[in-house]
């Protein structure tokens, strides 16, 4: 025996009109009676289908320019009353409150409005009030009520109506859901604006809500189980379409948001290549052709079967190297027709094309889990300058070695710490990541570099605690370091320096990544 009920009467008032009027043509040829108020109850006139103004079945007008039309109780008692409780009925009967079986309400579009840059007024007069109270009520009442909340649900609701004379209370329990989820996450986005107008980095209750983009296969383990939701439209992996390739893992995505927002950091035709998330080889050049065979040299081991990001529209002539060897991904904010005719033929390569590049400088905040809890941190979007630099030694660096120290440095933001990187005409030549010991990570960069680390520059991510992890970058042969400083050996390790004459710079910034 079927728990569908039939549609008596329905109210529609959508924002979004996708959709809605096949649905109410659906409704009516089921015998329904349409609710509706203001634009929605206009287009439904337009369109010839039959509709009742919610002001008319309720006898109370809109007022306040439209704020109160549906927050009274002829609307709200025929949405909550409960069909199977006697009292209920008894009391909908002598107030002349008619039941209402299904609402399909989107919000007003306050997360657009806010998107587009709208002014404070305007932001404040697109959170509505009536829309999401109906669809909580609606929730509520799920047992006797079906709530809409998205476009993509009235085509699902009325096959089920077609072809079982009403809603089943599955479908009402997962519609349910999903109105809660909207409404939490439409106050979340509200909550959130508020804050930055007062400009508080760190509320006493945080609010967040995301959009589901994907299921994925797994997580980090086959064991483990993965989704992608999506929280901002920052340019990266969030805002990318993929042109082709296998379905993308959590690992996948992790990997080249890592290679994504290491590649935005510099103006110059770039590749940034990244395995495991650090990355093993950046390099720029005249072209992307150019700086895709400097990036590869530098750990041509590790780039097989890695994350590929470029800076610039990808070309044939880049797109003919990356797919000589076995690549994982490649993003970029757009990619020819010729480049994609290459990738083409490695069907299981991944190729996403983004739009644009995120910007390096731009505000936000990162989220890390712990237990019981997560931890919550502005991105660090700090950027070293030639300007913020120290000279500490006696011999300063040269015009060329500045401008691989700043390269090198803008890398180390992007690599885990312990993080140590040799760089040489705007290319690494050597990257030692992740280590306990800051000097394993100078030794590990330097063997990795090897005779291409002499008259290259070393840059550190956070300051030398001995003389040590310096000491390894004179043994390979570089000829300038630079290094946040601070450290309460900063004395020994200068002295160092110059006994061995190099140059040597303080930024006063460090760029742990853990």
Known sequence: MSDALP?????????????????????????????????????????????????????????????????????????????????????MEAHAIAPIDLVAVNLYPFEATVAAGGYYGACVENIDIGGPAMIRSAAKNHAHVAVLTEPAHFAEVAAEIAAQGGTTLATRRRLAAAAY????????????????QQGEAFPPRLAMAGVLRQHLRYGENPHQQAAFYITAPRPGIATATQAQGKELSYNNLGDTDAAFECVAEFEPPTIVIVKHANPCGVATGESLS???????ACDPTSAFGGIVAANRTLDAASAEKITAIFTEVVVAPDADEGARAIFARKKNLRLLVTGGLPDPAAPGMMLR????????????AGRVTRA??????????????????????????????????YAKDGATVGIGAGQMSRVDSSRIAAWKAGDAAKGSVMASDA?????????????????????PGGSMRDAEVIAAADEAGLAMVFTGMRHFRH
């Not at 439209?66 to 009391?91: N, W, Y």
């Not at 150019?290 to 590869?296: G, N, S, T, Y």
């Open 290 to 296: 150019a700086a895709w065979d400097r990036a590869l």
């Open 388 to 421: 913020d630099l120290r000279v500490v030694t006696k011999r300063a660096p040269t015009e060329a070695e500045l401008d691989d120290l700043i390269f090198a440095f803008r890398v180390g933001k992007h690599v885990k710490s312990n993080a140590i990187i």
């Open 181 to 196: 989820a909207r409404t939490a996450a439409y106050d979340a986005a509200i909550a959130s604006w508020f804050v930055q």
């Open 463 to 483: 300051f030398f605690p001995f003389a040590d992890g310096l000491l390894a970058a004179v043994e390979a042969g570089a000829t300038a370091v630079i290094q």
């Open 369 to 380: 889990t712990v237990a019981g809890g997560f931890l919550a941190q502005s991105r660090d």
């Open 7 to 91: 549609i008596r009467r329905a109210l529609l008032s959508v924002s979004d009109k996708t959709g809605l009027l096949d649905f109410a043509r659906a409704l009516v040829g089921q015998g329904a009676e349409i609710l509706s108020t203001g634009g929605t109850a206009r287009a439904l006139r337009e369109a010839g289908i039959a509709v009742k103004d919610v002001s008319d079945h309720t006898g109370f007008p809109e007022i306040l320019d439209g704020r109160v039309k549906t927050l009274v109780p002829q609307v709200h008692g025929g949405i909550l009353g409960r069909r199977d409780l006697p009292a209920h009925l008894a009391e």
